[in-house]
């Protein structure tokens, strides 16, 4: 039932996902910038889906180390996996906007750089899971890591704003941007659809990690025998 | 002076919309067109970043259900004996 | 005081170990030397803007040759289950850390003072004209360095590929301190004292420390018990 649910909430996010796109098309082209401003309805929506998976891995390591609980390391790694995914759709769709109105593919600018840098730290997170062996360990490790990561996260982002920054301004939210309403109303489906499809994945992630669990006591009850 | 400053005032869009030649605005379509391209990447690498992920997941939900089916198997082949 | 005493033991045994094989410090002497000599061929050592940038490749340096000191760190106490026995030792864990990240420094410093007279031989620059301002952003940025390393180095001690996994994970996050000591390294190779805006990234330099420093004690325990 459980799982039946999920699937389908994954498909209803895809589902508006894809509808966007057709809503999306039919926008007239943005003054300055033209068609390709709209990619920001993918780009946008995939950060905050990114911020969001990162943010509950965070909570999770530290949950897991305060109880010990496997369930939270578990939810630690399915969250950073899905975080990871789609901080490399956010880092694809950005450098695909930058080539038409920058020129080029990638500029060293602040948000750009510690985009690069959060994703390789996390990238290094999953790969130190994978290289320890015993599990009590392993989480401890990574609970470790994450926190020390995410302390990261503000130093890196002002110390390369004060280095040199090109990105644009958030235009939303903020008053006095060029973003008619009912665009707004697309992004904020897209944001919508974005997290949804991340809790699915995160959710089906955590499935898998448990069933790796069980796997790996019916490996040792396998031995016992 | 004054009457100096008035003149550029009204003629500089007239020279601003003089300047602009057929080929100005077949080149602008184009870039707008070149930007249609861009946009259209820029969907297509969201949306393949993400099918590739769910597509890593679905290999491994399969790696995983065959493990356990195989070492439940195991076991109560061993149990029997 | 009994806290400081049990991290002045952990860094003398460890300053005593490492002078006796000095096998890190070799190491890393004659690589720290062996990377100038590389950079050497991309970069036109004699020309002028080499030298507005040299002060950055100093950092790469000091950071890649620092790694095969805190690689040894923990490393040294797998023989012998060394590490067992100063894990069960009666101190805690944080005064441990305390003692091998300070005893790191130490190394590390040493292999950098060393590399610093070199590095202004081959590549012609007057690193000593304001002295004591290179040697305070040396001295923050390289407990940057090994704050973070000796954790990390803690971190890897038992897990596979340990050689590779340490810099995978200690770079992306020391970035924000090595940025800050290669800006104000530059600068002050240049000629130019700390002041006004370049302020910014000594602040940077000392809160990443500081910050870094408690989380390590306050999570270490964790790491090197479970």
Known sequence: MREK??????????????????????????????????????????????????????????????????KYDATAVAATEVGVAFLSVGLATGILWARPIWGVWWVWDARLTSALILWLMYAGYLMLRHAVEEPTQRANFAAVFSILAFIDVPIVYFSIRWWRTQHPAPVFFSSGGSFPPDWSAVMGWNILAMVMLACVLVSVRLQQEQAQREIDSLRRLAHAL | M????????????????????PEDVTREIGRLQRNFEFLSYGFAAAWIVLTVYVLMMVSRERRLKREITGLKAMLEDRQKR | MEFLRQVLVILAKDVRAELRTKEAVNAALAFAVMILV??????????????????????????????????????????????????????????????????????????????LPVFGILYYVRWYERFWQVMLVLALGTWGVTVIGTMFSAL??????????????????????????????????????????????????????????AASIILVDIVLVG
């Not at chain 1, 033209?34 to 943010?55: D, M, Q, Y």
């Not at chain 3, 067992?84 to 300070?102: M, R, T, W």
Request: charged share 10%.
């Open chain 1, 5 to 70: 649910l999920l699937y389908a909430l994954g498909v209803i996010a895809f589902a508006i996902l894809a509808r966007d796109i057709f809503i999306i098309a039919g926008f007239p082209p943005e003054v300055a910038q033209g068609n390709a401003f709209k990619i920001i309805f993918f780009h946008v929506p995939s950060w905050v889906a990114a911020g969001t998976a990162l943010t509950t891995a965070l909570l999770s390591s530290i949950l897991f180390l305060v109880t010990k609980n496997f």
């Open chain 2, 2 to 21: 004054l009457s100096n400053g008035s003149l550029m005032h009204w003629t500089l869009p007239v020279l601003l919309a003089a300047q602009v030649s």
């Open chain 3, 38 to 115: 590389l950079f050497s061929f991309v970069f036109d050592p004699d020309e002028a803007t080499t030298k507005m940038f040299a002060g950055g490749l100093l950092w790469i340096v000091f950071a890649f040759a620092g790694t095969l000191v805190l690689n040894r760190s923990f490393a040294r106490e797998i023989p012998n289950d060394c590490l067992d026995a100063l894990v069960a030792a009666p101190i805690p864990g944080s005064a441990l850390f305390l003692g091998k990240a300070l005893a790191n420094y130490l190394l590390v410093a040493a292999v950098e003072l060393v590399a």
């Open chain 3, 156 to 213: 890897t001690v038992n897990i596979r590929l340990r050689e590779v996994m340490l810099p995978m994970i200690t770079y992306p996050m020391l970035t924000p301190a090595l940025m800050g000591a290669m800006q104000l390294t530059v600068d002050l190779m240049n000629g130019k004292s700390i002041a006004g805006d370049a302020t910014v990234w000594l602040k940077l330099l000392v809160g990443f420390d500081i910050l870094y420093t």
